[in-house]
């Protein structure tokens, strides 16, 4: 039997903590190891309980979830960070994402959106709905690629150097918000093969889930607009 989900829930209201609780203890496969009420405290938890998914509020007194996210992340690589928001705009949500989180949820995510999200991001995947993919790309693509002119990135390496033609393909679908299954559909290819790029794609970029390898091809100038058709 595979070990359960190790989740740690930062919130700090701690009603919506219980029913997080309340939500995730009833999966046989999830299991909540901690709570934490601030930023300083869910850095000090992350620490000790190792966990492999931590979700985390962003509007909290003292420290809040983007400082958190990006000390979690940096100290503790293998941990996904899922953000908490109450508006899928939320300007801090996409901060954390740039602090390294996996993606964001609704807090008012119906509870079959919450499990898979959990799920999803600690596979690897990225929770972010086609729609708000794109949304954190008209926030975000703009400011990458000014900091890359500025910086003179990208570099005289080219990362996506490694990718064959299909995995340069999958990359820039990836990019353009296009679900697993999307991406099936538009190369004629089944989903397990798609999912088998994907991870290949994920692993020479070094990206960490699906959202980095977003954020990191159009840091790169390397996609244009999100595709209409999604």
């Given at each position: ?118 799920r999803a991001v600690h ?108």
């Amino acid at each position: 039997m595979t070990e359960p989900i190790r989740v740690l829930l930062v919130d700090d209201q701690e009603l919506i903590r219980v029913g997080f609780r309340l939500v995730l203890e009833a999966e046989p496969d999830l299991v909540v190891v901690g709570e934490a009420g601030d930023g300083a405290a869910a850095i000090e938890r992350a620490a000790t309980l190792r966990p492999d998914v931590v979700l985390m509020d962003v509007r909290m007194p003292g420290v809040d979830g983007i400082a958190a996210t990006e000390a979690i992340v940096r100290a503790h690589p293998g941990t996904r960070v899922l953000v908490l928001t109450t508006f899928d705009l939320d300007e801090y949500a996409f901060g954390a994402i740039r602090a390294g989180a996996s993606g964001f949820l609704l807090k008012d995510a119906q509870r079959e959106e919450l499990i898979a999200a959990v799920r999803a991001v600690h596979r690897g995947d990225g929770a972010l709905a086609p729609r708000i993919t794109r949304a954190l790309l008209d926030r975000v693509a703009p400011q990458l690629l000014r900091e890359s002119a500025t910086s003179g990135a990208p570099g005289g390496d080219d990362p996506t150097a490694a990718l064959t033609d299909r995995e340069r393909d999958v990359f820039l679908a990836i990019a353009a918000g296009l679900t697993n299954g999307e991406i099936a559909e538009r190369f004629f290819l089944s989903e397990s093969t798609v999912k088998t790029h994907v991870g290949r794609v994920l692993a020479k970029l070094d990206a960490r889930d699906r959202v980095h390898a977003v954020i990191l091809a159009h840091r790169l100038g390397l996609a244009g607009p999100p595709d209409p058709q999604l």
